[in-house]
Nanobody, 121 residues
Framework: VQLQAYGGGLVQAGGSLRLSCAAS????????MGWFRQAPGKEREFVAV????????SYADSVKGRFTIWRNNAKNTVYLQMNSLKPEDTAVYYC???????????????WGQGTLVTVSS
């Protein structure tokens, strides 16, 4: 699976960004998709996951109520809408295809290249 993420940038605290991740190389509807992030000096962490048809979603507690994950299977794309951004959301965000429904990096089989989100205070 090839994953191409884009949409990062610099935003002020309280602002919004939308990340997109286009997938190719495998039937998209067979893939559980997720977003993870890695802040400077920290381990990569789970952000959100969505099942194959978009009916089930799960979020990290730190982003619940502010971030929304969804997918468009016709476009082979998964999205992450980030609202009410905080400086602590600053990180490189990675989309990923998952081997199973989970919230851990151990479940990832392919990573996208990452897109940087910087939230200024």
């Amino acid at each position: 699976v090839q994953l191409q993420a884009y949409g990062g940038g610099l935003v002020q605290a309280g602002g919004s960004l939308r990340l997109s991740c286009a997938a190719s190389g495998r039937t998209f509807t067979s893939i559980v998709m997720g977003w993870f992030r890695q802040a400077p000096g920290k381990e990569r962490e789970f952000v959100a996951v969505i099942d194959r048809n978009g009916g089930s979603k799960s979020y990290a507690d730190s982003v619940k109520g502010r971030f929304t994950i969804w997918r468009n299977n016709a476009k082979n794309t998964v999205y992450l809408q980030m609202n009410s951004l905080k400086p602590e959301d600053t990180a490189v965000y990675y989309c990923a295809s998952l081997k199973w429904w989970a919230q851990t990096t151990a479940s990832v089989d392919y990573w996208g290249q990452g897109t940087l989100v910087t939230v200024s205070s």
